[in-house]
């Protein structure tokens, strides 16, 4: 399928988004629901806080995205393991903290939504959703974008699309 990308005013960008439907079969409670795409407007924050606690963020969130890609990547590695969402919520909490501090709201938000998620995963959910483990990892490589749009000094995205996803989930 081919996703178009439309700009529009200069700080807004239309980003397809997959959106949960129902998968008709006979067993259809035992089946994940499928994605379907749709379009957001993807939006952009401006950096303005202290430089200086975003430069101090950057060695720290280098760490933290280290560490989320390893434990995501052993969850992947054993998907029944239920320790590996808590392990992944505290990275994530540290980071949504070192985030906010540095007043780099994008990061924080995208950070809880994603803690949240794994906060109220059930292994009923995980089995209804079996996407949420590709979910997680693409909310990971996501934030690992934003880090580097902060690094540039650019602007950052505020993630709608991989927001709206989680959202439909939880």
């Known amino acids: ?3 178009h990308s439309l700009t529009t005013p200069q700080d807004k ?20 629901p499928q994605l379907a795409p749709i379009s957001v407007v993807e939006e952009f924050e401006e950096l303005t806080g ?9 060695e720290e969130a280098q760490d ?21 969402p808590s392990q992944i919520k505290r990275v994530l909490h540290t980071l949504k903290g070192g ?3 540095a007043g780099i709201q994008a990061i924080g938000t995208l950070s809880h939504t994603l803690e949240t ?5 059930t292994p009923e959910l995980l089995n209804t959703h079996t996407a949420v483990l590709t979910l ?6 996501k934030l ?10 650019g602007s950052v995205a505020k993630a709608k699309a991989i927001l709206a996803e989680i959202e439909q989930i939880h």
Do not use: C, M, Y
């Open 1 to 3: 399928r081919t996703h």
């Open 50 to 58: 202290d430089r200086e606690l975003q430069d101090i963020f950057l």
């Open 144 to 153: 690992a974008e934003q880090v580097d749009q902060v690094r540039s000094g």
């Open 117 to 121: 998620l794994l906060d109220g995963l």
């Open 13 to 32: 960008q239309i980003i397809p988004t997959p959106v949960a439907t129902p998968v008709e079969t006979p067993a259809a409670a035992e089946v994940a």
């Open 136 to 141: 997680a990892q693409r909310a990971a490589d």
């Open 64 to 84: 933290l995205l280290e560490q989320l890609d390893g434990k995501l990547r052993n969850w992947r590695n054993a998907p029944a393991d239920t320790s590996f």
């Open 99 to 101: 985030a906010r501090l």
